[in-house]
């Protein structure tokens, strides 16, 4: 473990390290290695809601864990349902319901159980998939988040070992139906992947593949810290020469908010798509991929997001994340009895693109189709603020000093962008008190006018994580093949 650290120190007023325990016999044993390890542990059980018995068996893990000594908490996701790209919405819930959780617990570590096995059976489909030389690395012993660490610390572990060490220490696990379910490609990959040295063969793929990530990252972050800009308000300035196809997808999954690049293929498409104009001495139109949209501009290569690829509308609570890029914080927390009579939204406020309409002046020299992609705050339909500018609806006098209303004839959805100015109606109170349909203030200020987004893609630019075999000053400390 020391090798995937540094970790918290282990002590009671530090944040615990997490695990994320199925009850399987993968992180089940990850749970009882972890305490042999460490004291200050949180696991946490997931409960997809997919079966009948699921609610059962994450009861029965949780007094497992229990018994190992190990505090646990069980957390209960909700509107899932079986149909199309089940295996892909149902990891998208659960790790999103990890993060929150470790968010709220303060972790800064979340341990998972994939093993050597796992490791065989991805590299397998990902070269099944045509993808690229980092693809094959398949997972990283460390996957950085921009506020968690995912450590897969028995990567090189088989899923028999794992299982004999449960046996020989007396306990049990819970098997899943679903592992054997031969619709899921991975299910199928396993079948095929029964012979022992086939398995090896594609583990070893993966490390020595995952080496090479690790040496094209290194090289990769040392070009884009010398020619590209990333900009806080999510784009970014490429240079007067595009870059070179890997670096380029690396960019575009920044960019997008995406957690893998778009496929090598597409990419290397969209490049010779931009030879072939200079060839001709034609003008570069721009072109999307993967949610962004390449432009040259002021004679340089831009990358923004593309606009009608963002998210949809949310409510504008403290440390949300608005299309998977952008974190909103309030300089002032609202009060709970703030929240408007029409729903559960905090305040009535929600975030979304700012869309078009913005004031010149107010997009500080920047395109329009740029600053249509940033994150803004709405009201009832009107753009309220737009943090990235520094802008404001331009009612600040009366916003300050009382309210802004409720019901304005004529009001834009959130990407409409059309009304951003509001005169107060009658009936409307001021000095932060509510009107009949009203928003309260907190303090003289609105709610909104503090508000702050901070650009936080779920991939970092110079480096995704740890891949390839962990090796120590004696060579490698991870045998081979387990």
Sequence with gaps: ??????????????????????????????????????????????????????????????????????????????????????????????????????RAQGCLDLLLGHQADDQAETACMRQAAGSGPDGLAGMGWISLLPDLRLVRPLLGVSRLALRNTLRAA??????????????????????????????????????????????????????????VAVLPQGWARLGETLPEPALLAVLIRCISGHVYPPAPAAVERLCAVVRENAQRGAAFAGATLAGTRLVHWRGAWWLAREAAAMAAGMPAREGAVWDGRFTLHFS???????????????????????????????????????????????????????????????????????????????????????????????????????????????GPEPVWAGARFFFTPPASLSGSGLYGCLSGDEGYNICPWP
């Design 1 to 102: 473990m020391a090798r995937l650290g540094p970790f918290v120190e282990d002590t009671p007023g530090q944040p615990p390290v997490a695990l994320a325990v199925s009850g399987g016999g993968d992180s089940l044993c990850l749970a009882w290695l972890a305490t042999r390890w460490r004291r200050n542990l949180l696991a946490f059980v997931v409960d997809h809601g997919l079966r009948a018995e699921s609610a059962a068996e994450a009861a029965l893990t949780l007094e497992r864990l229990r018994d190992m000594g190990l505090p646990a908490q069980i957390l209960t996701l909700k509107n899932l349902q079986y149909g199309p790209g089940i295996a892909h919405r149902a990891r998208d819930a659960r790790y999103a319901a990890l993060r929150a959780a470790c």
């Design 170 to 227: 007396g306990l049990a696990w819970v098997d899943d139906p679903s592992n054997e379910d031969r619709r899921a490609e991975r299910v199928r990959i396993r079948h095929q992947l029964a012979d022992e040295g086939l398995r090896e063969k594609f583990w070893c793929l993966a490390m020595e593949a995952g080496a090479g990530r690790m040496v094209r990252e290194a090289a990769r972050a040392e070009v884009a810290a010398r020619t």
């Design 332 to 442: 002032k927390h609202p009060r709970d009895a703030d929240t408007a009579r029409d729903g559960a939204e905090p305040h009535g406020l929600c975030v979304a693109a700012a869309g078009l309409g913005l004031p010149r002046a107010a997009r500080q020299g920047w395109p329009a189709a740029f600053c249509a992609t940033l994150p803004a705050l709405w009201w009832r339909g009107v753009r309220v603020a737009v943090p990235a500018l520094g802008w404001v609806a331009p009612q600040e006098r009366a916003a300050c000093e009382g309210l802004l209303p409720a019901g304005i004839p004529g009001a834009n959805a959130p990407n409409g962008g059309a009304r951003s100015r509001a005169e107060p109606q009658a009936g409307e109170s001021q000095g932060g008190v509510p009107g009949p349909a009203g928003l309260k203030n907190v």
